[in-house]
């Protein structure tokens, strides 16, 4: 099993920075994905970010150049470091984890809250 808890949402005013957190423990393959998906009131979830644990990104449109992904493997670690954050950036965000043929787990959620 594994567990995953993230950390560092909260308010920001448009056009400000977070920088959320999401640690993993449990059984990890070496080879995993780690990322982050989002989802707002009335909207589908979103892949916002995802990182393989070999270096390889991928980002949604609407945040490229504004949202990085970066991962400590050594601790199992995920981060998502948020800037230039808009109203449309308000959301629940949740950490996953994919590993293995279709083992995939999430954590509890944390929300960012955009707003002046």
């Known amino acids: 099993q594994v567990q995953l808890v993230e950390s560092g949402g909260g308010l920001v005013q448009p056009g400000g920075s977070l920088r959320l957190s999401c640690a993993a423990s449990g059984c990890i393959f070496k080879i995993n994905t780690m990322g982050w998906y989002r989802r707002a009131p009335g909207k589908q979830r979103e892949l916002v970010a995802s990182m393989t644990s070999g270096g390889s990104t991928n980002y949604a449109d609407s945040v490229k150049g504004r949202f990085t992904i970066s991962r400590d493997n050594a601790k199992n670690a995920v981060y998502l470091q948020m800037n230039s954050l808009n109203a449309d950036d308000t959301a629940a965000y949740y950490c996953?984890?994919?590993?293995?043929?279709?083992?995939?787990?999430w954590g509890q959620g944390t929300q960012v809250t955009v707003s002046s």
């Open positions: 996953y984890l994919a590993q293995g043929y279709c083992d995939r787990y």
